[in-house]
């Protein structure tokens, strides 16, 4: 799945990263931007939870009976951001003990922690997802 083609994502614009460092990013743009002129902390956060779903992808992308979904987040904003912003992100936890619970349970939790970055690298964002794993049956 190509999450920039999801319908939301395409709306705003978001994109695969074109710096080698990260992995999406929302290009410049002022329909980005809040009314102090920075990138609007919703912006940041769509990036964010659609890095968190590409994590998820790459990890358990090939298991055909997982379903996801978001259960909760934790955001900290550090630094107002403008221009471009870039996003990457790492699995919590160990891949093999996430798909042990699930196989197991039939369900299971999986935490991605995602930055987000300005063009000058700088840490606009810090997100740790919280996402519900389940096993479905088809």
């Not at 994109?15 to 002129?37: C, I, K, T």
């Not at 160990?94 to 991605?112: P, Q």
């Amino acid at each position: 799945m190509d999450v920039t083609a999801i319908p939301f994502n395409r709306l705003i614009g978001l994109a695969e990263s074109d710096d080698e460092r990260y992995v999406l990013m929302l290009p410049a743009g002022r329909q980005y931007e809040n009314h102090v002129g920075t990138v609007h902390a919703s912006a940041l956060f769509a990036l964010a939870e659609a890095t968190s779903g590409v994590v998820l992808l790459r990890e358990f992308g090939g298991r055909g009976d997982l379903a996801s979904v978001v259960r909760k987040v934790e955001t900290k904003y550090r630094n107002p951001a403008q221009g471009a912003v870039y996003s990457s992100a790492t699995l919590v936890e160990e891949k093999a003990a996430v798909i042990a619970e699930t196989d197991e349970r039939g369900r299971a939790f999986a935490h991605v922690a995602v930055d987000v970055f300005d063009g000058a690298a700088r840490a606009v964002a810090r997100f740790e997802f919280e996402w519900f794993v389940t096993k479905i049956t088809k």
